[in-house]
């Protein structure tokens, strides 16, 4: 029952006191490619902050350009307001790739890999890095899309909060593979090992008209299900 | 480029001051079985907590029993040990539910469904209570699994932390549907709607010898793209 993904935070780099992994180092990556190619893979992060003592953890949309995260939103955020005050945080980001299913309750786990990144925040005032930042955004989702759509309008852009949060204390923990169960338990008479698991696009839902020549989106992890 | 997921956290039953919806509370639900169906849906939680004034963020298992969310974990884990300790918590549950491709960037979203739980954590001392939870955690992740597997012995039970969240300050915020771009954008020349996504589990990988007789997993979301 030990669940892998209830451990303690991955290296770092640089290590620092704080996130220097105490359990099964051996999850740990000190890998940037390995920590860009999940922030550059997963859709959604997790934002952490305090507020009054509170913690709270809410979901947001990000992108990643170079050694920066970006996150956005509305000017009127409750969350960005306050991050843009330079208080902590802390932004998880999270893939799930298998469900592990050992011979034993104990050695149940997740396939799963994970970066978490703490830092300060602040807010980019230079339009055009706030440009920069949205299309990113845009192109996260699904690249080729920025250059489809209607860009922001000066107002559109006045309500729109920009945050930057470097990459400079960040970590990744990966755990890939089948169970690890005692020796003992080899002969359990169950089926055991793993059932990987993937975020599937299915077809795309078109909203009213659209004009001839428009074609529907390809999602780039859209090959298996494809309509 | 005003995203969905960057607000404030939704509605909340009973609403309290710290959790009320701030923005777009047409997205909150008050609903328990809502806020139960997302929570039993989903796999990973994001958990928040405080440690030395800095947040921290870690996915993790769960499983929801009636009106109490079960955490668990090595009982090594600074994350549990520290939340034993009676410190705030705040814990997120997101499914993302599609894309959503609107006509200007700034009208970009996500559909999804997400919880938001605050409290306060407390450890499970009582054996029976630490084994239906544990059990409800193997059962959540594949329906069945706890009669096939080999139950904790008294050693990995102690190895073990189980910790209990009450769902008493739960809030839920869901988006979904096709974009809500603006009127004068609706003859704009792109694509635009929405494209579901899904968790898909894909042929389960055995580890080593499988006894006969002991078949494959089905899990409950392999409908679609099953081998």
Redo the contacts between chains.
């Keep these: ?3 892998a ?5 991955g290296a770092v780099i640089p290590a620092t006191e ?1 996130t220097r992994l ?2 099964l180092p051996a999850r740990a990556s000190h890998d940037r490619a390995a920590i860009d190619a999940i922030l550059d893979e997963a ?2 992060c ?16 990000y992108a990643r350009v170079d050694d920066v995260l970006y ?4 000017a ?5 307001r306050g991050l843009r005050e330079g208080v ?5 980001v ?1 893939l ?1 790739d298998g ?1 592990v ?6 050695h ?1 786990s ?1 396939n ?1 890999r ?1 970066v ?1 990144i ?1 830092g300060t925040a602040t807010e980019v005032t230079d339009d055009s890095e706030r440009l920069r930042a ?2 990113a ?2 192109e996260h ?2 690249p080729g ?2 250059r ?6 000066a107002q ?1 852009l006045r ?2 909060m920009v945050l930057r949060l470097p990459l400079l204390e960040v970590s990744a923990k990966i755990r890939a593979g ?2 690890l ?1 005692d020796a003992e ?24 008209v ?2 001839a ?5 390809r ?1 780039p992890f ?1 090959g ?2 494809e309509p």
Excluded: K, N
């Excluded at 993904?5 to 935070?9: K, L, W």
């Excluded at 996150?71 to 509305?74: A, T, V």
């Excluded at 299913?101 to 104990?106: G, K, M, N, P, T």
């Design positions: 029952m030990a669940s993904m209830a451990g303690p935070m704080r105490r359990r859709l959604v997790h934002v952490g902050f305090v507020h009054e003592a509170q913690p709270y953890v809410l979901p947001t949309t996150l956005h939103g509305s009127a955020s409750r969350m960005l902590p945080v802390c932004v998880t999270t799930l469900l299913l050992a011979r034993s309750a104990f149940q997740m799963y994970s978490v703490l949205l299309e955004v845009v989702v699904l899309r920025w489809q759509v209607r860009r922001p309008s559109e309500a729109t089948g169970p169960d338990d080899r002969g359990w008479p169950c089926w055991a090992g793993h059932v990987p698991v993937e975020l599937t696009a299915l077809a795309p839902v078109p909203d009213g659209i004009p020549g428009a074609p529907a989106p999602l859209q298996r299900s």
